[in-house]
């Protein structure tokens, strides 16, 4: 096993249980965070953790800063390298490449899968100078907010507005990532440049029927939450199959009051909907709501949408997929160009700067599982490559 790999075990060792699930501000995160920090330092970075709970690896050179990163938070019982390898990876190509002349930040974000809160991206967001104090209010499903989970970890919701990093002193982000999909490995590639991030939108749905005894209500006058529910996600996935290159997820459900000898008599459940093109998404959207508008009349049930979460399509600056895919050639691998269905912190990013992405191959393209799983070898070859672009690394062309 390489340094690398054994550091990525012994993260992924830290968790709040319930296999690998670190959560935004959890005990594990803080403990993850200190890690990270101490193989920063060791990397012979200034490292901090700021008022959001981002750990700050810089390399003190003064001037415009090209910044490196991913998250270290992750979806319950998650798989060891989704944001984890990003991280680790760009400490120890920043440690290998040496004296850049450049300023470089290395930012371990804590929220980017957005779990334990409605709203997602918060520490890219914060970085990005694009995040909503709304977000603070926000509560987890025990009822905490995140500025009290936030000041549980030592973090200081006062101090959010001055992470925002100065556009005119940001050089780009570039963040190295698993595919998380199968293209890759069906390719035979161990890494690929990303052309941009398909657009999301979250929202949380809520129907509501007649809860009543399970025994005596006939079934003629039953106004049962949970099989309207049921055909509102069967809709869901028909719009997803008749909209182009559209996904949409029906991951999380809750069933009030949940006994099995009651009615249901409220459902909520989440909505993930994706689509390279916004206006696509959007329209898958809209095509969603009106079956749920025609079903809840039929059921004789009352629903509530609200949007939890939006991140438009993210373009990779065509500048820096020229770099990435130069420092992928300098080792004989052809230069593929691909993009990324998953959500990722360059999305928040984005508004702040250039962003650009390096995908590595990861087994099967599964993710968001145990089964997770990246080669020694595809992870090594992530390093090099990146320590290539950060050797060769010039400022946006300006006749771009
Ligand atoms: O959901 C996503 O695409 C990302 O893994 N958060
Ligand atoms: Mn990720
Ligand atoms: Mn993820």
């Given at each position: 096993m390489?340094?690398?790999?054994?550091?990525?075990?012994?993260?992924?060792?830290?968790?709040?249980?319930?296999?690998?699930?670190?959560?935004?501000?959890?005990?594990?995160?803080?403990?993850?965070?200190?890690?990270?920090?101490?193989?920063?330092?060791?990397?012979?970075?200034?490292?901090?953790?700021?008022?959001?709970?981002?750990?700050?690896?810089?390399?003190?050179?003064?001037?415009?800063k090209l910044i490196l990163g991913s998250h270290i938070d992750t979806v319950r019982n998650a798989g060891w390298y989704d944001g984890n390898y990003g991280v680790l990876a760009a400490i120890e190509a920043i440690r290998r490449a040496g004296n850049l002349p450049y300023g470089v930040e290395v930012i371990a974000f804590g929220d980017e899968e957005g779990v334990r809160f409605p709203k997602t991206l918060s520490g890219s967001r914060a970085v990005a100078g694009i995040f909503d104090p709304v977000a603070?209010?926000?509560?987890?499903?025990?009822?905490?907010?995140?500025?009290?989970?936030?000041?549980?970890?030592?973090?200081?919701?006062?101090?959010?507005?001055?992470?925002?990093?100065?556009?005119?002193?940001?050089?780009?982000?570039?963040?190295?990532?698993?595919?998380?999909?199968?293209?890759?490995?069906?390719?035979?590639?161990?890494?690929?440049?990303?052309?941009?991030?398909?657009?999301?939108?979250?929202?949380?749905?809520?129907?509501?029927?007649?809860?009543?005894?399970?025994?005596?209500?006939?079934?003629?006058?039953?106004?049962?939450?949970?099989?309207?529910?049921?055909?509102?996600?069967?809709?869901?996935?028909a719009t997803a199959r008749a909209h182009p290159e559209t996904?949409?997820?029906?991951?999380?459900?809750?069933?009030?009051?949940?006994?099995?000898?009651?009615?249901?008599?409220?459902?909520?459940?989440?909505?993930?909907?994706?689509?390279?093109?916004?206006?696509?998404?959007?329209?898958?959207?809209?095509?969603?709501?009106?079956?749920?508008?025609?079903?809840?009349?039929?059921?004789?049930?009352?629903?509530?949408?609200?949007?939890?979460?939006?991140?438009?399509?993210?373009?990779?600056?065509?500048?820096l997929q020229f770099q990435l895919a130069t420092a992928v050639e300098t080792h004989n691998i052809p230069a593929f160009h691909l993009p990324s269905g998953a959500g990722h912190d360059a999305m928040a990013l984005a508004a702040l700067c250039p962003v650009g992405m390096l995908f590595i191959r990861c087994a099967g393209g599964i993710s968001h599982t145990p089964e997770e799983s990246i080669t020694a070898e595809d992870a090594e070859m992530g390093v090099r490559i990146l320590v290539s672009f950060l050797q060769n690394f010039a400022p946006e062309p300006k006749n771009v």
């Amino acid at each position: 096993m390489t340094e690398l790999m054994n550091r990525l075990a012994a993260l992924a060792q830290i968790t709040d249980g319930d296999g690998l699930t670190r959560l935004f501000l959890s005990p594990a995160h803080q403990r993850a965070a200190a890690l990270v920090q101490t193989w920063m330092q060791q990397a012979g970075l200034t490292a901090h953790i700021d008022a959001i709970g981002n750990v700050v690896g810089r390399n003190g050179v003064p001037g415009p800063k090209l910044i490196l990163g991913s998250h270290i938070d992750t979806v319950r019982n998650a798989g060891w390298y989704d944001g984890n390898y990003g991280v680790l990876a760009a400490i120890e190509a920043i440690r290998r490449a040496g004296n850049l002349p450049y300023g470089v930040e290395v930012i371990a974000f804590g929220d980017e899968e957005g779990v334990r809160f409605p709203k997602t991206l918060s520490g890219s967001r914060a970085v990005a100078g694009i995040f909503d104090p709304v977000a603070l209010a926000s509560q987890d499903s025990a009822g905490i907010t995140m500025s009290q989970a936030l000041k549980t970890f030592g973090g200081d919701p006062d101090g959010i507005p001055a992470i925002a990093r100065d556009p005119a002193k940001t050089l780009a982000y570039v963040e190295l990532h698993i595919e998380q999909g199968p293209v890759l490995e069906a390719k035979n590639l161990p890494a690929g440049i990303v052309t941009a991030i398909a657009g999301a939108s979250r929202y949380q749905v809520t129907v509501t029927g007649a809860a009543g005894h399970a025994g005596t209500v006939p079934m003629s006058m039953r106004r049962d939450a949970l099989t309207a529910a049921a055909e509102f996600c069967l809709a869901v996935e028909a719009t997803a199959r008749a909209h182009p290159e559209t996904v949409a997820t029906v991951g999380a459900v809750t069933v009030k009051p949940g006994a099995p000898n009651s009615i249901p008599g409220q459902v909520i459940f989440s909505i993930d909907l994706r689509a390279p093109e916004d206006a696509t998404r959007r329209a898958a959207a809209a095509a969603i709501e009106a079956a749920f508008s025609r079903l809840a009349a039929v059921r004789g049930v009352t629903y509530a949408i609200t949007q939890t979460h939006e991140a438009p399509a993210t373009a990779c600056a065509p500048w820096l997929q020229f770099q990435l895919a130069t420092a992928v050639e300098t080792h004989n691998i052809p230069a593929f160009h691909l993009p990324s269905g998953a959500g990722h912190d360059a999305m928040a990013l984005a508004a702040l700067c250039p962003v650009g992405m390096l995908f590595i191959r990861c087994a099967g393209g599964i993710s968001h599982t145990p089964e997770e799983s990246i080669t020694a070898e595809d992870a090594e070859m992530g390093v090099r490559i990146l320590v290539s672009f950060l050797q060769n690394f010039a400022p946006e062309p300006k006749n771009v």
